[in-house]
């Protein structure tokens, strides 16, 4: 479904992808995990278009997206949870929700509320509380909520644990894998929390400093002894 060979991305003079090629099938969790710094959110940002890849593709369901404004991406049915969430502080939730809904239709609109309460039963107990007021395990469910409001056949998650109690991850988990069951969206999830993220995942991939060292299956890497030792052990 989503396929990117070669990419590298810059900050000025720093490379930060150095030639990055993965592919995401369609139907899966694909996770990529790494550590501070290696590069997963530079990836995530460069498959949205902002920044670019100065060279390699991208391409998603055959089409090439690599030099596409951020917002036909978004149109093409791609959305993305950010790190740090980024959720309208002063906005209620069910307004932060509101914004979410590109090409929401009024019935559909109603359809993507009422499955989102159902997926995170606490955002529609809070759904008229600002959003600046929410525990970080809410504001990091309000994220992916978001997001989810646009109808997208690709998400992409970028370190949705991060922070979070042991207890809300494993409920932000939970929803991660119903949303790819039930709901038939294709993952991308961007992890530290390299335990949790293999253990779901269909497909996973190592970055270390801007390449991809290690893919395999999410259960080959969990009981790889490199993986083990430099993301599991002591984690
Ligand atoms: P983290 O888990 O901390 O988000 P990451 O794997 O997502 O790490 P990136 O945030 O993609 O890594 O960063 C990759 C490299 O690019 C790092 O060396 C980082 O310092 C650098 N970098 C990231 N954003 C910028 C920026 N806006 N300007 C300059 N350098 C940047």
Known sequence: MLAISGVHTFYGAIE???????????????TLIGSNGAGKSTLLMTICGSPRARWGRVLFEGKDITSMPTHEIVQLGIAQSPEGR????????YENLQMGAIRNTEDRFERNVSRVFELFPRLKERRNQRGGTLSGGEQ??????????????????????LGLAPMIVKQIFEVIQQINQDDQVTVFLV?????????????????VNGNITMSGT????????????AYLEGG
Request: aromatic letters at 4%; glycine letters at 6%; hydrophobic letters at 50%.
């Open 16 to 30: 930060a992808l150095k030639g990055v090629s993965l592919e995401v099938e369609a139907g899966e969790i694909s």
């Open 86 to 93: 980024r959720i309208f502080s002063r906005m209620t939730v």
């Open 218 to 229: 999410g259960k080959e890497l969990l009981v790889n002894p490199e993986v083990r030792a």
């Open 191 to 207: 992890e530290q929390n390299a335990f949790h993220a293999l253990r779901l995942a269909h497909r996973g991939y190592v970055m």
């Open 140 to 161: 990091q469910m309000l994220a992916v909520a978001r997001a989810l409001m646009s109808e997208p056949r690709m998400l992409l998650l970028d370190e949705p644990s």
